[in-house]
């Protein structure tokens, strides 16, 4: 591991966070004399980022924890086009509003992570200087810099062309708009660093480019790896889809389940990535309880995202529910018509309802492995009715499936 001067490097080395940097000397000796303006971007094709996005987001929080000054930039003008990087197809186009809509989305996260006050750090619109161009000039000022020769050897791009799948000239585009934000950005708010994951190495590098023919200072560029889990699954996803960062969209429970689900060879990993515990107090944890440690890694990632009170009440249901057998009714709860449960509600329905299936046919799979329990009594007729007869005391209708996916389901 390498030995850095400066804060910054020095801990996303120790935890885990660097895949390849463009002069690694350069930018510690950068962080160790001055104060440093970052950025990494975020394009807004959903209301809320995902668990994906999260190592992006810990970094900036980390270069703002160093004495730094981190930059969020939000692609409300590079939305409108869309990253091509490793897609097998271009993105669907959405307009301003619906950017502008996901942007208003994305924003409520990163105030959990950084301090907006006094311009410690900012969350910027490229949209701001992207709209108002006037694109004979951008071709003739910017575009000349460009080689096609060059952007048509990136991987990205490349990968796209070698499967013969179309890239279209609105998204190659992509890679000129976004070095030029760099540029500007170091015009407009000093930014010499741009992070992001190792696929927008290339995207980066050109940004770099760009600025030694524009006359920038010198800019630099660091990515993280790309992470999967131990059993290469990509970070973010979960048999139920994506793990969205928003509360409106996935309830603290299953957040914090998420990571209670940790597989054992990535607990330490993940608790040095997406906590800020102290190197040698999460050594002590895994050394002296995996299990314990998993909950710690839960508790610790939902209470930077969704606060204390949020992750100690989710821990609570998980351990009512799975220590003791409780109906917790804090459980991720779907509502049902009571007059719909008066004349029965098929298993399968009930299931895609609660969030434990996507489908009737996985639904239906579940049950024929034995995995669904209604109030916790296993079932095995996928045809079953779930009626009044099966409320519970507390007014609700209890369904998991396996020992770790719970739901509620309760007449309204």
Do not use: C
């Amino acid at each position: 591991m390498a030995q850095y001067k400066s804060d910054f490097l020095r801990t996303l080395s120790e935890r885990g966070f660097i895949h390849q940097m463009s002069d690694d000397t350069g930018l510690d000796d950068l962080l160790s004399r001055e104060t440093v303006t970052g950025y990494i971007g975020f394009d807004p094709t959903a209301s809320s980022l995902h668990v994906g996005s999260l190592i992006q987001i810990m970094m900036l929080h980390w270069l703002e924890k160093t004495g730094h000054r981190a930059v969020a930039l939000m692609g409300g003008g590079t939305g409108m086009v869309g990253d091509p990087s490793f897609k097998d197809e271009a993105r669907k186009l959405m307009g301003a509003e619906t950017i502008q809509a996901n942007i208003d989305g994305i924003k409520q996260v990163f105030s959990r992570y950084l301090d907006f006050a006094g311009d410690k750090s900012l969350m910027v619109n490229n949209a701001e200087w992207l709209l108002p161009l006037n694109y004979l000039e951008f071709l003739r000022d910017v575009g000349q810099h460009f080689s096609v020769n060059r952007m048509l050897s990136f991987d990205s791009v490349k990968q796209r062309l070698d499967r013969e799948q179309s890239l279209s000239f609105l998204e190659f585009n992509y890679m000129i708009l976004q070095a030029y934000d760099f540029v500007e950005l170091n015009k407009r708010y000093d930014v010499r660093l741009q992070m992001g994951g190792s696929d927008q190495w290339g995207n980066i590098i050109n940004g770099i480019d760009l600025g030694h023919r524009m006359a920038t200072p010198q800019l630099y560029a660091l990515t993280s790896p790309l992470l999967t889990t131990a059993s290469g699954q990509k970070m973010g996803k979960s048999m139920n889809g994506a793990i969205w960062l928003n509360a409106d969209m996935l309830s603290a429970y299953d957040f914090w389940q998420y990571w209670r689900n940790t597989e054992d060879a990535d607990v330490e990993r993940f608790l040095k990535l997406y906590t800020v515990l102290p190197l040698d107090e999460i050594a002590r944890i895994v050394r002296d309880d995996i299990n314990e440690a998993k909950k710690r890694l839960a508790t610790e990632v939902t209470t930077m995202l969704r606060g204390e009170q949020a992750a100690q009440e989710a821990a609570e249901t998980a351990r009512a529910t799975f220590e003791t057998g409780a109906i917790d009714l804090s459980l991720p709860t779907a509502e049902v018509a009571l007059t719909d449960l008066s004349s029965g509600i098929g298993v399968l329905s009930a299931l895609v309802k609660a969030g434990l299936a996507s489908s009737n046919g996985e639904a239906r799979r579940h049950v024929a492995s034995g995995a669904v329990r209604i109030n916790d009594t296993v079932i095995d007729d996928e045809k079953l009715a779930l009626g009044d007869d099966a409320l519970l005391p507390e007014g609700v209708i209890k369904l998991s499936v396996g020992r770790k996916r719970h739901a509620l389901l309760k007449p309204v």
